[in-house]
């Protein structure tokens, strides 16, 4: 059977998505670390340090796995998720907006994002 026709429960179920590269559990666990330690400083010196999670707000096994499932249930080119709020919303804002293009906002809105905008925004036009 495809993909694509199986029930939701059995897509998450079956997902391709995999916590670490040598190691595949039945289910994927949910890593609650916020900070990752490295054996060695050669290890820390690698290219993205041997993996992605350096800080939580960069990554995580836990949030690469949802983009996975994320993506293999909508069927979609791919998926981003952010592990901070303002983050997520920054990289709308730069991706959609350019000097002399109007935003307009709901009130109220979260703090640090009429900040972002009254401050960060502004002062690129």
């Not at 179920?13 to 190691?23: D, E, I, R, T």
């Not at 290219?47 to 993506?71: D, L």
């Amino acid at each position: 059977m495809r993909f694509s026709r199986l029930h939701l429960d059995t897509k998450i179920l079956a997902s391709h998505a995999k916590p670490l590269p040598n190691a595949d559990p039945v289910v994927v666990p949910i890593y609650h670390s916020s900070t990752y330690r490295f054996k060695t400083i050669a290890q820390f010196d690698e290219p993205n340090h041997g993996s992605n999670f350096v800080y939580r707000r960069c990554g995580n096994p836990t949030t690469e796995n949802v983009e996975v499932v994320i993506n293999e249930i909508e069927g979609g080119a791919g998926s981003l998720l952010y592990n901070s709020g303002l983050a997520a919303i920054n990289a709308v804002f730069w991706e959609f907006l350019g000097a002399g293009t109007h935003l307009i906002c709901m009130s109220p809105i979260y703090s640090g994002t009429s900040s972002f905008i009254n401050e960060t925004l502004k002062r690129f036009g």
